[in-house]
């Protein structure tokens, strides 16, 4: 499994997020009880069931919504990465969502005898393989548009515009697809010989190609793969072969106990992708949240420090100013009583110089503080943080003197 670091935010989706050595163990192990559950009911597939009417609309049913989630999404994702091929595959899985209400509305028994829309006997026939052809196309698309795909600079209303666009032309693909399965059923080739019986040769034909499809993405999929979307396609598309060898290869009649495993199948192929995509989607939010609040943490403590460092400032600074509105106070208090006495105001006149220069030593070394690269430290000398408190003190007595 090729394992690329993501360098860009977009590659943390799952279309470019590449998967973990847990996924890979999970993907296999779950392929693995796939083949294990086939190979104990391969001999057994041909016994014969009661035929249960509800178990198409019903299982039909949880694939219509599976399908559909999994294809909303992937739209999501085509907003966000926008790229194509993720817009083909999710075309895909709406056909499928889409194409599986006529089968069972058609499928005979399901809702009366023959069917509804005025379906023959091949009408359901032909729309499972319609059905099953047309998944396996949208990931070879997907697979073969990948890699020569580059993010699109549409706006998000184009985009909006374009995902219209292409569920029109899904659901005119299925209503075609319809009308050909129920209309023109006496023009397609006869699969089934009564509502429970199949032909087999004829069934190898149509499946041949469906398998074929299926076998094509696997294998663009397996040489390809990349991303975490890229190994869950792969174990729906193991789902899949396993489902059509059953129906087109090894079985030959409705409501056996394979035909009830390979609709098992189909229902857990769409199970898979949308499992992965809740599942990962989840873990990211959560991702998203733990680093969303550790920001809001590392902000407050800024806002602390800051905060701290705002009042060590002004403690440095209302020193030296005090210090200069006490000498200039003693020094107009010299100057104005009624012996001034110049050479104390001259003095109280050089204090305030050296307050002052002192201040600019304070506003320079804060100034260095933020400049880019400084890491150095600043000497205090004890003694003349003293020798200052003193001569305050003494500037304030001199002024309580005068």
Not at 346 to 364: E, Q, T
Not at 387 to 392: D, G, K, Y
Request: glycine content about 6%; hydrophobic content about 55%; overall charge neutral.
């Amino acid at each position: 499994m090729v394992v690329r670091e993501p360098s860009e935010p977009q590659q943390f989706l799952l279309a470019n997020l590449p998967p973990s050595q847990r996924q890979i163990r999970l993907a296999l192990g779950i392929v693995v009880v796939l083949l294990v559950a086939f190979g104990m009911t391969a001999p057994f597939i041909n016994t014969q069931l009661p035929s249960v009417s509800a178990t198409i609309p019903a299982l039909e049913t949880a694939i219509l919504i599976n399908d559909l989630i999994t294809s909303a999404l992937l739209l999501s994702q085509f907003l966000i990465a926008r790229r194509w091929a993720l817009l083909v595959l999710a075309s895909g899985y709406l056909f499928t969502a889409l194409i599986v209400i006529p089968h069972a509305l058609i499928f005979p028994g399901a809702f009366t005898p023959t069917g509804l829309l005025r379906a023959g006997l091949q009408s359901s026939a032909w729309l499972y393989t319609f059905w099953h052809a047309g998944l396996p196309l949208a990931v070879i698309v997907y697979v073969l548009l990948r890699d020569a795909d580059s993010a699109t600079s549409m706006s998000d209303h184009s985009l909006v515009a374009v995902i219209g666009l292409s569920v029109a032309v899904v659901i005119g693909l299925v209503c075609s697809l319809t009308w050909i399965a129920t209309a023109g059923d006496w023009l397609l080739p006869r699969i089934f010989l009564d509502s429970v019986h199949a032909d087999p040769s004829r069934i190898w034909q149509t499946g041949a190609v469906d398998l074929s499809l299926t076998a094509a993405a696997l294998a663009l999929l397996w040489l390809r793969r990349r991303s975490v979307l890229d190994l869950w396609l792969m174990v729906m598309c193991c789902t899949w072969l396993l489902e059509l060898t059953l129906t087109a290869v090894l079985l030959n009649t409705r409501f056996s106990l394979g035909w009830y495993a390979s609709r098992t199948y189909t229902l857990a192929a769409s199970v898979v992708v949308l499992l992965v995509l809740l599942s990962e989607t989840t873990a990211l939010y959560a991702n998203l949240a733990r680093s969303v609040m550790r920001r809001r943490g590392e902000r407050q403590e800024r806002q602390i420090a800051m905060d701290a460092m705002a009042a060590s400032i002004a403690h440095e600074i209302s020193q030296p100013l005090a210090a200069m509105v006490t000498n200039a106070n003693a020094g107009l208090r010299w100057l104005t009583s009624a012996t001034p006495d110049l050479d104390e105001a001259r003095a109280s006149l050089g204090h305030i110089v050296d307050d002052g220069h002192r201040a600019g030593k304070v506003i320079g070394g804060i100034r260095s503080m933020f400049k880019k690269g400084a890491r150095g430290r600043l000497l205090l000398d004890a003694n003349d943080l003293v020798r200052e408190v003193l001569t305050m003190v003494e500037l304030d007595l001199r002024n309580h003197r005068v």
